[in-house]
């Protein structure tokens, strides 16, 4: 079993950045852990995925925006953005899938506005 506690989130301004952290515990510490959000009426979708600490994936609207990034010793994924939108704004998730099983954190709110 997985548990994964995610914090970081808050308000701020268009063109600000925010760190998201996600801090995994449990026997096993999953290979991949993915970011996802959700906004208000809309599909969760993916943000950004490692896979230990080489492959990285991300969402298509991020262009470059996010840097995700992982520290083993903490057991903690970190999700570094910049540039923010107000379209960024959203509830983000932390993922692990670990023996077929899907963990969840209880997300963290993201708002970007003036």
């Known amino acids: 079993q997985v548990q994964l506690v995610e914090s970081g989130g808050g308000l701020v301004q268009p063109g600000g950045s925010l760190r998201l952290s996600c801090v995994l515990s449990?026997?096993?510490?999953?290979?991949?852990i993915t970011w996802y959000r959700q906004a208000p009426g809309k599909e969760r979708e993916l943000v950004a995925r490692?896979?230990?600490?080489?492959?990285?994936d991300y969402g298509d609207f991020v262009k470059g925006r996010f840097t995700i990034s992982r520290n083993n010793a903490k057991s903690t994924v970190y999700l570094q953005m910049n540039s923010l939108k107000p379209e960024d704004t959203a509830v983000y998730y932390c993922?692990?899938?670990?023996?077929?099983?899907?963990?969840w954190g209880q997300g963290t709110q993201v708002t970007v506005s003036s």
């Open positions: 993922n692990a899938v670990l023996a077929g099983n899907n963990y």
């Open positions: 490692i896979i230990g600490y080489g492959q990285r």
């Open positions: 449990g026997s096993i510490i999953p290979n991949t």
